[in-house]
């Protein structure tokens, strides 16, 4: 069993676009996925509570043959790697990283703890421009062209990193 994935980055706290690097060069590491490619690195300002550091944002592309609770389960230690205490963290407060499954495969999954496609995929610029550079022509399950969705979220102050 294997699957194109799409997983999203995020971090605000430390030095974010050094640990985003660092967090893609571990999923790179993981014999589980493979071609891993990312986006570029994006800064975005920060979504749910504003009172906090802008985030940098990215997103992965890989073939994984985990199953997709497997592959969450893996991210989450990643994560945890990286010093994100998920039990300790606000919801949509700062992070030092911040690892989501977007898209697996074609799937549509509802389990607890985890919903694939991403519930706020299609409503996150942060992460539907990031994606939509490495897949122009990716289908979100059940909501249709990301490029749609797109065109239906504001992309305000949406800058990619040089």
Do not use: K
Not at 1 to 26: E, K, Q, Y
Not at 60 to 86: H, K, M, N, Q
Request: with cysteine.
């Amino acid at each position: 069993m294997s699957a194109h994935v799409f997983i999203g980055l995020g971090a605000n706290l430390g030095d974010a676009p050094v640990t985003l690097r660092a967090a893609v060069d571990v999923l790179a590491a993981q014999p589980e996925l493979s071609g891993v490619r990312c986006s570029s690195l994006y800064r975005t300002p920060a979504w749910g509570r504003e009172d906090q550091p802008d985030f940098i944002n990215a997103v992965v592309a890989c073939t994984a043959t985990l199953a997709p609770a497997a592959l969450l389960e893996r991210l989450l230690d990643i994560e945890r790697r990286f010093g994100r205490e998920r039990a300790t963290d606000d919801r949509w407060g700062p992070r030092t990283l911040d690892l989501d499954l977007l898209l697996y495969g074609d799937a549509c999954i509802a389990v607890p703890g985890l919903t694939v496609p991403h519930p706020y995929l299609h409503a996150r610029a942060f992460v539907l421009v990031p994606l939509l550079e490495l897949a122009p022509d990716v289908v979100i399950p059940g909501i249709g062209p990301a490029t749609s969705a797109l065109a239906h979220v504001d992309r305000g102050g949406i800058e990619a990193l040089r």
